[in-house]
């Protein structure tokens, strides 16, 4: 009989030193049972001493692991036996280079057995002894007595083998878990987390949770069914147990790696939907004192009968920085709501906090600190932290999330600084709760800061910035280079440090236009119809090349919080193109009437006194109707309805030709650009020879640059030239927009220039 068929038939009590030989991973026992007739049958002794013969014996022994998964496979045994037997396998590849090494171990499991055997013969001779010494007992009890024991043996040692196995299979299904739950939690979580983040500066990146908590409570729910069969072995081991019983050691282990995976899982669940906002602010995280906020947070583990039974608190900056001066706030509001399925549209388990307010702790200047830092207002952050507590199924875990760092102001002037703060600080900072960011803040790339620049019209108007807007946005900030990709910015440039030549910070031009063409122009925007951030040298090249008429719609470089003007080309008796522009219009003169009407109605006066719109085809070559047309109100002229509107006009009127245009806000200088003939002005009114005579104006309405309300007040630029009709003089209104300033422009701005300015009333007799 083959030893392994011999220890198989010992009494419990040797069986039980079988198990206890076989207990670690130097060679498994389900490898020495199903290949035993195999393995006793090899010289293992010499392949110990021999490499050649132990090389050999280990190439067979893998084939015969091979043999026994496909039998496995064919006899439709459980998944498990194959999967073990491949696992074996692959253990084993670690003896390739010296395979004496697993010889060895063989040979000595194989003596180990053989002693077992020794001392079970040895015990059963004496027993055997002593039965011969007892006449009452006959060979018909001896050979039922050994059946019995036979029995008993056979039995525990298939529960053993079973239960290992089963056990051993839930470590690798627990191995499967951990796996998966790295990938949640270290990948897609996180990955979400950037895109939320992202996406509060304007990135059109998806920040929908619900696949994500389908994959959280998944593996929620997968863990828990793990942990109650877990709990069903321990009752069954108060009630049915024996000596060296598996689930007794292994069961206390798997239960620990349970509850850790569990509590990791629950911990990452709970995290910030919606990040705090004002319902009107200019964008998420800039909130304000004394008014209302929301913010949403949200339990990706979503068990129905967790339904209004977490409560979730709020409270602020647990963690705050050491900083001198460094303000404390009060969370008010109700800052304490449970987590239902009620206030989310796809059923999540969400918080919606809508109705909190902050304010500040009187502290007597702020708090104390070992930092010395010099953090404005609008640079210091602040995190909003929530908790809640986790309770199911005997299961207690205590969680907490927070938001994204917030910038809190005090007044609302202070919104736009705010916004940059953190436009800056999420377009670059990968550690959410980095209080002390602006301490030392980084650069931001070009290639960063162009798509962050983007983000604020798409998000705003759903249209972007092309390549070539971003183009001259880089040009402005870094000088014409062969590549931007190189270039990097600073946070103090970005938005502390003025524009050359300027009162503004690039930060605030930028917003400005942005605010502008969001208020004002946005139609014209999504349909293409700006050009928008295009440089005056740029501006000319293009148009020069054109038919006359043809004209662009570009943003200021030099008002300092937006302003849109046109250009076009005309072409002198001798061919040679002429580029022309206006001044530019403001939010305010927009307010009042659109810019689309301007265009349709803009004239100008030639030498023979013929009024004529010289915009005639939208860059490249759209006719001015096709590209605005559907805009237009039903009537124009004198039968326009914003003809009403229009109690003064301001008008002007050139002696002479202007010199060219040169930005003060960056150095490309155009000749010849702003050229206008003599006696031409915004308005279509016929001029006599001398411009200083008031002339009688038709209905028509020829728009201006300056436009009344008159029911408002005048601004105090228009007041002073009502009290003095000549402090216009010396100044160009029909060239580049640098003449704009914050108060009146500059008398003698441009040398050998002369205008007069002249205020009619629209309407008068003629």
Same mark, same amino acid.
């Given at each position: 009989?083959?030893?392994?068929?011999?220890?198989?038939?010992?009494?419990?009590?040797?069986?039980?030193?079988?198990?206890?030989?076989?207990?670690?991973?130097?060679?498994?026992?389900?490898?020495?049972?199903?290949?035993?007739?195999?393995?006793?049958?090899?010289?293992?002794?010499?392949?110990?001493?021999?490499?050649?013969?132990?090389?050999?014996?280990?190439?067979?022994?893998?084939?015969?692991?091979?043999?026994?998964?496909?039998?496995?496979?064919?006899?439709?045994?459980?998944?498990?036996?194959?999967?073990?037997?491949?696992?074996?396998?692959?253990?084993?590849?670690?003896?390739?280079?010296?395979?004496?090494?697993?010889?060895?171990?063989?040979?000595?499991? $194989?003596?180990?057995?053989? %002693?077992? *055997?020794?001392?079970?013969?040895?015990? !059963?001779? #004496? &027993?055997?002894?002593?039965? @011969? +010494?007892?006449?009452?007992?006959?060979?018909?009890?001896?050979?039922?007595?050994?059946?019995?024991?036979?029995?008993?043996?056979?039995?525990?040692?298939?529960?053993?083998?079973?239960?290992?196995?089963?056990?051993?299979?839930?470590?690798?299904? $627990?191995?499967?878990?951990? %796996?998966? *739950?790295?990938?949640?939690?270290?990948? !897609?979580? #996180? &990955?979400?987390?950037?895109? @939320? +983040?992202?996406?509060?500066?304007?990135?059109?990146?998806?920040?929908?949770?619900?696949?994500?908590?389908?994959?959280?409570?998944?593996?929620?729910?997968?863990?828990?069914?793990?942990?109650?069969?877990?709990?069903?072995?321990?009752?069954?081991?108060?009630?049915?147990?024996?000596?060296?019983?598996?689930?007794?050691?292994?069961?206390?282990?798997? &239960?620990?790696?349970?509850?850790?995976?569990?509590?990791?899982?629950?911990?990452?669940?709970?995290?910030?939907?919606?990040?705090?906002?004002?319902?009107?602010?200019?964008?998420?995280?800039?909130?304000?004192?004394?008014?209302?906020?929301?913010?949403?947070?949200?339990?990706?583990?979503?068990?129905?009968?967790?339904?209004?039974?977490?409560?979730?608190?709020?409270?602020?900056?647990?963690?705050?920085?050491?900083?001198?001066?460094?303000?404390?706030?009060?969370?008010?509001?109700?800052?304490?709501?449970?987590?239902?399925?009620?206030?989310?549209?796809?059923?999540?388990?969400?918080?919606?906090?809508?109705?909190?307010?902050?304010?500040?702790?009187?502290?007597?200047?702020?708090?104390?600190?070992?930092?010395?830092?010099?953090?404005?207002?609008?640079?210091?952050?602040?995190?909003?932290?929530?908790?809640?507590?986790?309770?199911?199924?005997?299961?207690?875990?205590?969680?907490?999330?927070?938001?994204?760092?917030?910038?809190?102001?005090?007044?609302?002037?202070?919104?736009?600084?705010?916004?940059?703060?953190?436009?800056?600080?999420?377009?670059?900072?990968?550690?959410?709760?980095?209080?002390?960011?602006?301490?030392?803040?980084?650069?931001?790339?070009?290639?960063?800061?162009?798509?962050?620049?983007?983000?604020?019209?798409?998000?705003?108007?759903?249209?972007?910035?092309?390549?070539?807007?971003?183009?001259?946005?880089?040009?402005?900030?870094?000088?014409?280079?062969?590549?931007?990709?190189?270039?990097?910015?600073?946070?103090?440039?970005?938005?502390?440090?003025?524009?050359?030549?300027?009162?503004?910070?690039?930060?605030?031009?930028?917003?400005?236009?942005?605010?502008?063409?969001?208020?004002?122009?946005?139609?014209?925007?999504?349909?293409?119809?700006?050009?928008?951030?295009?440089?005056?040298?740029?501006?000319?090249?293009?148009?020069?090349?054109?038919?006359?008429?043809?004209?662009?719609?570009?943003?200021?470089?030099?008002?300092?919080?937006?302003?849109?003007?046109?250009?076009?080309?005309?072409?002198?008796?001798?061919?040679?193109?002429?580029?022309?522009?206006?001044?530019?219009?403001?939010?305010?003169?927009?307010?009042?009437?659109?810019?689309?009407?301007?265009?349709?109605?803009?004239?100008?006066?030639?030498?023979?006194?013929?009024?004529?719109?010289?915009?005639?085809?939208?860059?490249?070559?759209?006719?001015?109707?096709?590209?605005?047309?559907?805009?237009?109100?039903?009537?124009?002229?004198?039968?326009?309805?914003?003809?009403?509107?229009?109690?003064?006009?301001?008008?002007?009127?050139?002696?002479?030709?202007?010199?060219?245009?040169?930005?003060?806000?960056?150095?490309?200088?155009?000749?010849?650009?702003?050229?206008?003939?003599?006696?031409?002005?915004?308005?279509?009114?016929?001029?006599?020879?001398?411009?200083?005579?008031?002339?009688?104006?038709?209905?028509?309405?020829?728009?201006?640059?300056?436009?009344?309300?008159?029911?408002?007040?005048?601004?105090?630029?228009?007041?002073?030239?009502?009290?003095?009709?000549?402090?216009?003089?010396?100044?160009?209104?029909?060239?580049?927009?640098?003449?704009?300033?914050?108060?009146?422009?500059?008398?003698?701005?441009?040398?050998?220039?002369?205008?007069?300015?002249?205020?009619?009333?629209?309407?008068?007799?003629?």
């Amino acid at each position: 009989m083959a030893q392994w068929e011999k220890l198989r038939q010992l009494e419990s009590v040797y069986l039980t030193q079988v198990d206890e030989l076989y207990d670690g991973d130097a060679f498994p026992m389900d490898v020495r049972h199903y290949l035993a007739h195999w393995i006793e049958g090899q010289d293992w002794d010499r392949a110990a001493r021999d490499h050649d013969v132990a090389m050999l014996l280990f190439q067979v022994l893998l084939e015969n692991l091979d043999i026994q998964h496909s039998r496995f496979v064919q006899g439709g045994e459980s998944f498990l036996l194959q999967h073990n037997i491949r696992r074996f396998k692959q253990s084993f590849q670690r003896y390739q280079e010296e395979p004496y090494n697993l010889a060895n171990i063989i040979q000595w499991f $194989l003596v180990k057995e053989k %002693e077992i *055997l020794q001392n079970a013969e040895l015990a !059963e001779q #004496v &027993q055997l002894l002593q039965v @011969q +010494q007892n006449p009452m007992e006959t060979d018909s009890q001896r050979n039922i007595e050994r059946k019995m024991t036979d029995l008993k043996n056979k039995v525990q040692v298939s529960v053993s083998v079973s239960l290992k196995s089963m056990l051993s299979g839930m470590g690798v299904l $627990l191995d499967g878990v951990e %796996e998966l *739950l790295c990938v949640l939690v270290r990948e !897609e979580l #996180v &990955q979400w987390q950037r895109r @939320q +983040q992202k996406a509060c500066i304007g990135a059109p990146d998806s920040t929908c949770l619900d696949q994500l908590e389908k994959w959280f409570t998944t593996e929620a729910e997968c863990l828990f069914q793990v942990r109650k069969f877990l709990k069903k072995l321990e009752e069954l081991m108060g009630k049915v147990t024996y000596d060296q019983d598996p689930v007794k050691k292994q069961k206390p282990a798997l &239960q620990k790696r349970v509850d850790s995976l569990l509590t990791s899982l629950l911990k990452s669940a709970f995290v910030v939907e919606t990040q705090p906002s004002m319902p009107q602010g200019k964008g998420p995280l800039v909130l304000r004192t004394n008014v209302q906020f929301s913010v949403k947070t949200r339990f990706l583990v979503k068990f129905p009968e967790l339904n209004h039974a977490m409560k979730v608190n709020v409270s602020m900056d647990r963690e705050a920085p050491l900083v001198k001066g460094y303000r404390r706030f009060n969370v008010l509001g109700t800052n304490s709501k449970a987590l239902n399925m009620a206030e989310s549209m796809s059923g999540g388990m969400v918080a919606d906090f809508r109705h909190l307010t902050l304010k500040e702790q009187k502290s007597g200047g702020g708090g104390k600190g070992i930092h010395d830092l010099s953090l404005s207002v609008t640079e210091e952050l602040h995190i909003i932290n929530f908790n809640t507590e986790f309770l199911l199924h005997d299961m207690s875990v205590s969680l907490e999330t927070s938001s994204l760092p917030v910038v809190i102001i005090s007044n609302s002037s202070q919104q736009q600084s705010a916004w940059a703060s953190i436009l800056w600080f999420n377009m670059l900072c990968l550690e959410p709760k980095n209080l002390l960011f602006f301490a030392n803040c980084p650069v931001a790339m070009w290639s960063q800061l162009g798509e962050m620049l983007s983000w604020q019209f798409l998000s705003s108007t759903t249209r972007g910035l092309e390549s070539n807007q971003l183009d001259m946005i880089a040009h402005k900030l870094f000088g014409k280079q062969q590549s931007y990709d190189a270039c990097n910015i600073s946070w103090t440039k970005f938005s502390k440090e003025n524009v050359p030549n300027t009162n503004f910070t690039f930060w605030v031009w930028f917003d400005g236009i942005l605010f502008m063409v969001k208020s004002h122009l946005e139609n014209l925007w999504k349909d293409g119809s700006i050009m928008g951030f295009v440089s005056k040298g740029k501006e000319k090249t293009l148009l020069k090349k054109k038919r006359r008429g043809t004209f662009l719609l570009r943003f200021s470089e030099s008002i300092r919080d937006g302003g849109i003007t046109f250009s076009w080309v005309d072409y002198s008796p001798t061919g040679e193109p002429d580029v022309r522009s206006v001044q530019p219009f403001t939010k305010v003169d927009l307010s009042q009437i659109p810019f689309h009407e301007i265009i349709r109605n803009f004239q100008i006066l030639e030498d023979e006194n013929v009024p004529e719109n010289p915009l005639l085809f939208l860059y490249p070559d759209t006719p001015k109707v096709e590209a605005f047309g559907k805009y237009y109100t039903e009537k124009s002229g004198a039968d326009s309805q914003y003809i009403k509107y229009i109690k003064t006009k301001l008008v002007f009127v050139s002696k002479e030709n202007t010199l060219e245009a040169k930005s003060p806000m960056y150095s490309d200088t155009v000749e010849g650009s702003g050229l206008m003939n003599p006696r031409s002005g915004l308005g279509g009114e016929a001029f006599g020879e001398s411009p200083s005579l008031p002339m009688p104006l038709s209905l028509d309405p020829m728009f201006s640059v300056a436009m009344v309300v008159p029911d408002e007040d005048l601004n105090p630029t228009l007041q002073e030239f009502l009290n003095d009709p000549n402090m216009y003089d010396c100044v160009d209104f029909l060239s580049d927009d640098t003449t704009f300033h914050e108060g009146h422009p500059t008398p003698g701005w441009y040398g050998g220039t002369h205008f007069k300015a002249l205020l009619q009333r629209a309407g008068e007799d003629e």
